[in-house]
């Protein structure tokens, strides 16, 4: 269930009818193409994941949505122009069969968009209430559900008295507080129907004590926030790499045009605000200053987005990254990732997808609320209280594996390895 069908969601879906089909290969996707390693490394154990864990095979997945434009979604794929029209015309009358419903919409927290097919109500309970039916609809032609926020950045939220208790939200909800945004509102009504909830965007949506209490209580695991796709993506390798080799870093300035709609809308200060904020996060705590303070102390950091429509959805970002080295003595690293938006989210956007199911039916992971052990695939990870985010890919990484291992009972990895010395 994905409030937002747009350039994300539709290369999500599409893609996934198109791996069905046999037309193309899921490549980006650790529970489709990733392998695990079991045991020691002499023991030759490296079953793919997805025949390891017991993961939802594609061809169970039903797809629905909200979005505030009308049409259906071989439209709205095409809107996007990020697949080839050849290969939308193959799976044209599946695309064809998907209309997003009305949409929980209010240009207040978008201020790029206009709402065309949205619902209305007497107050935001009543907006999230519909929301609800709308899920309760589907659970009648479906097992499971997962909930993934794929729709626009919302304007820039902190945590206030509204977001602290299950109880004041609720209350906010019926007295329209605006501090409650319409992601919010699916999150609410997804988990008080027991359903898990990913937030692919950086709105503060889950990040509040009271959607955490919900989840907990409804046993619905939830994780966020922002797709870790890009720039953040290679920030998060590199990053610690200069750490691991303690090499200082004084500047590290990250510039993006992009020309899709999601560019539209951060062209708003409101919703750059909110992007900015979750992409700053990563550095500071893989370079960890105060540990570090001759390295890392001093370093500028800053991240620009910039709208670009003769791109669209193909984004370049660069980095310009200035290091020093033994002595002090500096030296530059740059970066220009040519790349795809939504080419590199929808297969991040379906591991989630299919971890959240995972969460959902283990006893073990359903009722912590927060599900850290996804940190890899964003670039604000969710984490608990008192512990700072994981934001090292390869820890990350390391993280999902064990915890894949841990609840299958096969011992975790340390890397120690005496064993292979006789030890
Ligand atoms: N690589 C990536 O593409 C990437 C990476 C990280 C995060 N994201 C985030 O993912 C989100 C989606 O990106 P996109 O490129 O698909 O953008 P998009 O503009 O193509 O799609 C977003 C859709 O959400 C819809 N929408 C907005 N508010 C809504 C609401 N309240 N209810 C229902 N629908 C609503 C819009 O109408 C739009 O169709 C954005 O927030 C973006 O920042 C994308």
Redesign the pocket.
């Known amino acids: 269930m994905i409030?937002?069908?747009?350039?994300?969601?539709t290369t999500l879906i599409a893609g996934v009818e198109a791996v069905r089909r046999g037309f193309a290969k899921p490549i980006g996707s650790t529970t489709q193409m990733g392998t695990i390693r079991l045991g020691k490394r002499t023991e030759g154990r490296s079953p793919l994941i997805k025949d390891f864990a017991p993961i939802a095979p594609l061809d169970d997945l039903v797809f629905t949505g909200?979005?505030?434009?009308g049409g259906n979604l071989y439209d709205a794929a095409k809107t996007?122009q990020v697949l080839d029209r050849d290969q939308l015309e193959e799976i044209k009358p599946f695309l064809q069969s998907i209309e997003p419903m009305p949409?929980?919409?209010n240009q207040h927290y978008?201020k790029r968009?206009d709402g065309k097919k949205i619902k209305t109500g007497k107050n935001k309970c009543d907006l999230a209430n519909q929301i609800r039916n709308d899920i309760a609809e589907f659970k009648t032609k479906t097992d499971r559900q997962v909930m993934i926020w794929?729709?626009?950045?919302e304007i820039f939220l902190e945590p206030t008295a509204v977001h602290q208790t299950l109880e004041a939200f609720e209350k906010g909800l019926v007295e329209d507080d605006p501090n409650i945004s319409?992601?919010m509102l699916y999150a609410w009504a997804a988990l008080k129907e027991g359903i898990p909830f990913a937030n692919?965007?950086?709105n503060l949506t889950v990040d509040i004590p009271a959607l955490q209490e919900l989840s907990k209580k409804m046993n619905a695991p939830i994780c966020g926030k922002?797709?870790k796709?890009?720039q953040t993506f290679i920030k998060t390798v590199l990053a610690p790499a200069f750490k691991t080799r303690l090499l200082g870093v004084s500047g590290w300035y990250s510039t993006n045009i992009l020309g899709?709609?999601?560019g539209e809308?951060l062209d708003d200060p409101e919703s750059f605000k909110t992007?900015e904020e979750s992409k700053l996060g990563a550095l500071e705590y893989i370079f960890q200053p105060a540990l570090y303070p001759d390295l890392y102390k001093e370093l500028y950091h800053k991240v620009r987005i910039n709208y670009y429509p003769p791109r669209g959805d193909n984004k370049e970002g660069w980095d310009n990254i200035d290091i020093f080295g033994w002595l002090g003595y500096p030296m530059q690293l740059k970066v220009d990732f040519l790349c795809r938006?939504?080419i590199?989210?929808a297969p991040l956007a379906l591991d989630l997808v299919l971890f959240m199911d995972l969460a959902a039916r283990t006893p073990s992971l359903r009722g912590l609320g927060i599900q850290e052990w996804l940190s890899f695939f964003f670039k604000a990870p969710q984490h608990a209280q008192g512990v700072y985010p994981e934001h090292d890919l390869f820890i990350q990484h390391t993280k999902l594996k064990n915890t894949l291992r841990h609840i299958m009972g096969e011992d975790l990895i340390t890397h120690l390895g005496l064993e292979y010395y006789g030890m």
């Open positions: 409030p937002g069908m747009g350039a994300v969601a909200w979005d505030i434009f996007a949409a929980a919409f978008v968009l794929t729709g626009s950045t319409p992601s692919g965007a950086p922002d797709f796709t890009g899709n709609r999601d809308v992007k938006d939504s590199l989210a």
